[in-house]
């Protein structure tokens, strides 16, 4: 399903960001990406979604060269895909109803199908009860569920997560890793970076590691 | 999918609605700033206009034509029939020389001078009410005419047509130079408040970007907020002429009751009017679309 072909990211400052990345994710797989924080996790993920764009190299993307796509091509592109980010980015200007309908809203559902589907969302992650609560008052683990049911909500055939577990206690991240596996066991290939070893405990999915921008095998 | 899409537009309209009534002071404040720039050149343009109408529907142009002074009665009547036939012309009267002579003395100063006379000096004469006031089509006119064997002389004063004209013609560059005045003062208002607008929606464009939003869904709330304020300034522009020609017309009446003349200025029309809402509406719009296409690029994720 996705390739890099010898890619690489070199940043205007000099830095290498990811050196010649060779890899294949096939369709349904689940994945892993550990590494250092700088070790060129987050570039890969965004470059899977066209935010950040490779130097050199291919991404193909069901067989479609990620690199090369027209601007106007690339929100397309992203409604194939749900991405929970880092950082969350969740608007603080509408509940959490609002924020899950945006992706809906974006790719033309109709009123009726996208509430549906919004309360089908926030109740995979248990926030159904919180549907008219703003964000500013969500913990910090209710945040990254908020921003999990928004990434799934338009039923992406691709989650990308970075680092979702990032601040969360232990009981926590084992929560939102037991949502990525169902959501995996329903067809959805999963790609997952965290710097946090522990979390992956004795997985049987396939581990990629990255260090300065290396991929180790 | 036109139902969705429309769904789609009705949304983004009520919640730019809902926008714009949240923040009444800037809305009100921007919307009135716009529709006093547009309401000068509409003023002006009704003034003009009713200037226009008292010159063209109230006063044709007019001609007097004298005619020989030995021309028989036959001829008058033949000449009166060519008049009525002839396309230009609205309408003729004819003033014979004696009652022309019986008007001369009853408004001239020195009765007697005329009573005195050895005969009456004074031709027959048409007095011809013209369609057509365009200078050139007057002189054409006028060259027929005189042209006529029983035609001695044509008269009519087309300097003071001119002059009219002239002044109409300088009432229509004033209103189409304010008009492009007021028009880039209100891009420039829009273009700012948009500008602004979108460094408060910096998050929420960058987030839609980032799922996947196109560049016409993003720019969608900012056309809608212009295209409002824009027919809103156009509201209040409507606003401020009727007020101002219904407060001078109040004074004209009282002014030419004097001189009992009834007139007063004529409002303007619906038709005008809703020319007026699109214009503005349009203007928003414009300013808006400036806006967006210079500010939203500088926001990529």
């Known amino acids: ?217 | 999918m036109i139902r969705i899409w429309l769904a789609q537009h009705w949304f983004v309209f009520v919640s730019t609605l809902k926008r714009l009534v949240a923040a009444p002071i800037t809305t009100l404040l921007s919307v009135v700033i716009m529709g006093i720039a547009l309401s000068v050149p509409v003023s002006i343009y009704v003034l003009v206009e009713n200037l226009r109408l008292v010159m063209n529907e109230k006063n044709h142009p007019q001609m007097t034509l004298f005619l020989k002074h030995d021309i028989k009665q036959e001829n008058i009547d033949k000449i009166r029939q060519d008049l009525q036939e002839h396309p230009q012309i609205l309408g003729s009267e004819f003033i014979a020389k004696d009652i022309a002579l019986q008007q001369l003395l009853e408004k001239s100063e020195l009765p007697n001078t005329v009573k005195n006379l050895p005969r009456n000096p004074l031709p027959d004469a048409f007095v011809i009410t013209v369609r057509d006031d365009s200078i050139n089509n007057l002189r054409e006119l006028q060259e027929t005419l005189k042209s006529w064997p029983a035609i001695e002389f044509v008269q009519f004063d087309s300097e003071w047509i001119e002059r009219l004209k002239a002044l109409l013609q300088l009432g229509w560059s004033i209103v189409l130079m304010i008009v492009a005045i007021s028009s880039i003062a209100i891009i420039a208002v829009m273009f700012n408040t948009i500008r602004l607008q979108i460094a408060t929606k910096r998050d929420e464009i960058e987030i839609s970007k980032l799922i996947g939003a196109t560049d016409p869904f993003i720019r969608r709330p900012f056309l809608y907020f212009g295209a409002l304020q824009g027919l809103a300034a156009g509201v209040i522009a409507w606003l401020i002429v009727f007020l101002l020609i219904h407060l001078i017309n109040e004074q004209l009446i009282v002014f030419l009751h004097f001189y009992e003349i009834d007139f007063f200025l004529e409002p303007l029309s619906t038709e005008n009017g809703l020319s007026l809402l699109f214009f503005s509406t349009v203007l928003g719009w414009l300013g808006a679309r400036l806006s967006v296409s210079n500010h939203l690029w500088q926001i990529e994720p």
């Open chain 1, 1 to 217: 399903m996705i390739t890099f072909k010898n890619v690489s990211k070199r940043y205007p400052n000099g830095y290498i960001a990811l050196n010649n990345i060779n890899l294949s994710i096939n369709a349904g797989e689940m994945v892993f990406l550990t590494g250092h924080s700088g070790a060129g996790k987050s570039t890969l993920l965004k470059s899977i979604a066209a935010i950040e764009r490779p130097t050199s190299g291919t991404i193909t993307i069901s067989g479609q060269n990620i690199a090369q796509l027209k601007p106007s091509a690339i929100p397309f592109l992203r409604r194939t895909i749900g991405i929970v980010f880092q950082d969350h980015k969740l608007l603080f200007d509408r509940n959490v109803f609002d924020n899950v309908l945006l992706p809906l809203q974006i790719s033309n559902f109709d009123t009726h199908t996208a509430a549906s589907r919004v309360r089908a969302a926030l109740d995979k992650v248990g926030l159904l009860k919180k549907e008219k609560a703003m964000p500013i008052t969500l913990s910090g683990g209710e945040r990254q569920r908020l921003c999990i049911a928004r990434a799934v909500v338009h039923r992406p055939t691709l989650l990308i997560a970075d680092e979702p577990t990032g601040n969360l206690d232990i009981a926590y991240g084992r929560d939102i890793m037991s949502m990525f596996t169902s959501f995996n066991q329903v067809g959805v290939t999963v790609i997952i970076s965290t710097h946090d070893a522990s979390l992956l405990g004795n997985t049987q999915h396939r581990v990629l590691s990255l260090a300065q921008g290396n991929l180790l095998v």
